[in-house]
């Protein structure tokens, strides 16, 4: 598997038909991630197949996808997936899926604070924007430690951005202090 970047705990790979398995796992899981996944919303729906997945890996490497899956670097285990979807000069939305088993040890903070700073250092972006479930608690959590603000709600979902690189960078650092001491 390709590794793009890292920070650190997680290698952000490629994504890699070697971890097709561990995908199917993580988007059938309706309990804990399923339900937030386009589709799943609102009600029950039928599994995502090998085939599908297979699919999706094959479109997202065609059309250079900005789509990272991660892995904890110490084990190799798969943490999940993290992507900025639809790219321009200016903005991309984020999208994270951390499987079941990886939740509430930290992974989904440094995945996002990483995948920021990716998306404006590296891409150059201005503002990385995203949606979330109302009653998606622990992301939100997430969201807002790592210095996203609420601009928008809808029935269905709340509306955060970050546009200030500099607060990010301020923020991060805080982080980083508060954790060494």
């Known amino acids: 598997m390709k590794q793009i970047f890292e920070s650190d705990q997680i290698s952000f790979v490629e994504v890699s038909e070697c971890l097709v398995n561990d ?4 988007v059938n899981d309706d309990e804990h991630i399923g339900k937030y996944i386009h589709g799943h919303i609102g009600g029950a729906s039928e599994s995502y197949t090998v085939e599908q ?8 490497l065609e059309s250079k996808a900005v789509v990272f899956s991660m892995l904890e670097k110490r084990s190799g285990a798969f943490i999940g997936n993290i992507e900025l979807m639809n790219p321009n000069n200016y903005d991309a939305e984020l999208g994270i899926a951390v499987t079941a088993a990886k939740q509430d040890m930290g992974y ?3 995945a996002v604070s990483a995948m920021i700073d990716y998306g404006f250092h590296t ?4 503002r990385v924007f995203l949606r979330t479930n109302h009653d998606n608690a622990r992301a939100i959590h997430v969201y807002k430690k790592c210095g996203f603000q609420e601009y928008d709600r809808t029935d269905q979902h709340i509306c955060m951005e970050i546009k200030d690189k500099f607060l990010f960078v301020k923020i991060t650092l805080e982080r980083n202090l508060r954790g060494r001491k």
Do not use: Q
Request: charged share 30%; glycine share 10%; net charge neutral.
């Open 23 to 26: 995908y199917l796992i993580m």
């Open 123 to 126: 891409l150059g972006l201005k």
């Open 108 to 110: 989904g903070t440094e």
């Open 53 to 60: 997945e297979y699919e999706w890996i094959r479109k997202t």
